[in-house]
């Protein structure tokens, strides 16, 4: 039960595109379908972003994305707005535990 | 509305007892997967313990398993966490949340644990 491993920070401009990544290993993200990715603002809870690697929950903007390859999930965000300021983090789930990234913090210059 | 409510998070001092509760309301508990997930000062997201709808399957992470137990009552809509012999590494904030499919959809705001002597 690693950590998987994320950059501890990316940052952006207004309008541009990003993406952070989530490295773990053929037991977990390289095994399984099943990377979902969370926004933290300072002080509140965790929000779902994308789920099955790809998959958007109702309610949020299409300019999240998430792919994988290999071990490797991305998110990618486009358009950058000044509200995708936040903490993120990628999780892996197997049939019997979740594994968070150690999160990365993304800053919107 | 979904709503999540954890309760019983408090300061204890080393080895000793917690027991945390998360109140359930706005959704059909009894069909849900449930987590509790805890986050340290400053720190990352740290996933603890899972619990299956009707209880059938449970997970702990290495760090707390014999220590904790994660429990549910269907009939009250509440999802339970007993944490014995306290570490200070156990110092967090507990968040409750809701297991879809194989994501977190609804996280509870959290309680904070902190464990000093």
């Known amino acids: 039960q690693s950590a998987l491993t994320q950059p501890a920070s990316v940052s952006g401009s207004p309008g541009q595109s990003i993406t952070i990544s989530c490295t773990g290993t053929?037991?977990?993200?390289?095994?399984?379908?099943?990377v979902s990715w969370y926004q933290q603002h300072p002080g509140k809870a965790p929000k779902l972003m994308i789920y099955?690697?790809?998959n958007r929950p109702s309610g949020v903007s299409n300019r999240f994305s998430g792919s994988k390859s290999g071990n490797t999930a991305s998110l990618t965000i486009s358009g950058l707005q000044a509200e995708d300021e936040a903490d993120y983090y990628c999780?892996?789930?197997?049939?019997?535990?979740?594994?968070f990234g150690g999160g990365t913090k993304l800053t919107v210059l | 509305e979904v709503q999540l409510v954890e309760s019983g998070g408090g300061l204890v001092k080393p080895g000793g007892s917690l027991r945390l509760s998360c109140a359930a309301s706005?959704?059909?508990?009894?069909?849900?997967?449930m987590n509790w997930v805890r986050q340290a000062p400053g720190k990352g997201l740290e996933w603890v313990s899972s619990?299956?709808?009707?209880?059938?399957?449970?997970y702990y992470a290495d760090s707390v398993k014999g220590r904790f137990t994660i429990s549910r009552d269907n009939a009250k809509n509440s999802l339970y966490l007993q944490m014995n012999s306290l570490r200070a590494e156990d110092t967090a904030v507990y968040y409750c949340?809701?297991?879809?499919?194989?994501?977190?959809?609804?996280w509870g705001q959290g309680t904070l644990v902190t464990v000093s002597s």
């Open positions: 099955d690697v790809s």
């Open positions: 706005g959704f059909t508990f009894s069909s849900y997967s």
């Open positions: 949340a809701r297991g879809f499919l194989t994501g977190i959809d609804y």
């Open positions: 619990i299956s709808s009707s209880s059938s399957y449970i």
């Open positions: 999780s892996s789930y197997t049939s019997s535990s979740r594994v």
């Open positions: 053929s037991s977990d993200v390289g095994g399984y379908n099943y």
